[in-house]
């Protein structure tokens, strides 16, 4: 089975939202009401249950010069899902193509896979009492198409392909990337960013480029949950055992009185 990513190259990025609308109209996911943003241009200004990805936009100055970046944001589908670890329940599968996916017919809304990702992406629908976010488009990866975002930009910001492959093109063509090893807790990220333009940015304030970007070099969150739901969930099955055994006492039980019943 392949592994797939998507390389998000910051330099070719020219904030026309495709990739946003694109994500709406695939998923089905309803418009959000909006208005205007006096602290920035980027709208909505998170994700929602009905809004799985956005386009960030980052002001900032260089050596006095001011610049703008814009940053593709959704769920980084971790090799090692800390949600997926956190959920009680086994609702979150990782795909050996590399999606982290929820499954909404087994989500319980314990909310602990937000508590456990470090990059705040699950989103809470107190409606559906259900948690959201990308699927990295897996539906139409398994039938042999790119995510609907990557089909819709119109500049090649995005990028699919083989995962190793687009690591190894951008790397020799002399860009930095983010995300193909990041740390234990994790791994490496299916959404990569990749830049040449922007490697100096925030050398001024002692930060790397993918820092600036909201993008941390250390990711940590959620331990204790992701332990907390190992133990929810071993829980949940010795419930589900004690329940089944009582169960199948009390059908043996009224089975017996039947057959009393009926010799009788």
Not at 32 to 56: A, C, K, Q, R
Not at 205 to 233: C, F, M, T, Y
Not at 242 to 255: E, F, I, Q
Request: aromatic residues 10%; proline residues 6%.
């Amino acid at each position: 089975m392949t592994e797939y990513a998507i390389m998000v190259n910051i330099d070719n990025c020219i904030g026309c939202r495709a990739c946003q609308i694109a994500c709406k109209v695939w998923n089905g996911l309803k418009a959000e009401l909006t208005s205007f943003n006096p602290e920035g241009y980027t709208n909505p200004v998170d994700l929602t249950p009905n809004t799985w990805m956005i386009i960030e936009f980052i002001e900032g100055t260089r050596g006095g010069e001011p610049y703008w970046i814009f940053k593709k944001f959704q769920c980084m589908h971790c090799s090692e899902a800390p949600c997926a670890k956190a959920c009680p329940v086994n609702a979150i599968e990782v795909h050996p193509e590399g999606a982290v996916v929820i499954r909404s017919d087994k989500c319980v809304g314990c909310q602990y896979c937000i508590e456990a990702c470090p990059y705040d992406v699950p989103r809470y629908d107190p409606v559906t009492n259900k948690v959201y976010k990308c699927t990295l488009c897996i539906d139409r990866i398994q039938n042999g198409l790119a995510p609907a975002c990557v089909e819709a930009c119109p500049t090649e910001a995005l990028v699919f392909g083989p995962y190793d492959e687009l690591v190894r093109k951008y790397r020799e063509a002399g860009f930095e990337i983010y995300g193909d090893k990041v740390n234990s807790y994790v791994g490496r990220t299916h959404y990569l960013y990749a830049t040449r333009k922007y490697k100096d940015i925030g050398s001024d304030e002692g930060k790397k480029w993918h820092e600036v970007l909201g993008l941390p070099s250390n990711p940590q969150a959620g331990l204790p949950v992701i332990k907390a739901g190992r133990d929810i969930g071993a829980g949940l099955a010795v419930a589900a055992l004690a329940g089944a055994v009582l169960h199948a006492v009390y059908w043996r039980a009224k089975r017996i009185e039947e057959r009393k019943k009926q010799s009788s």
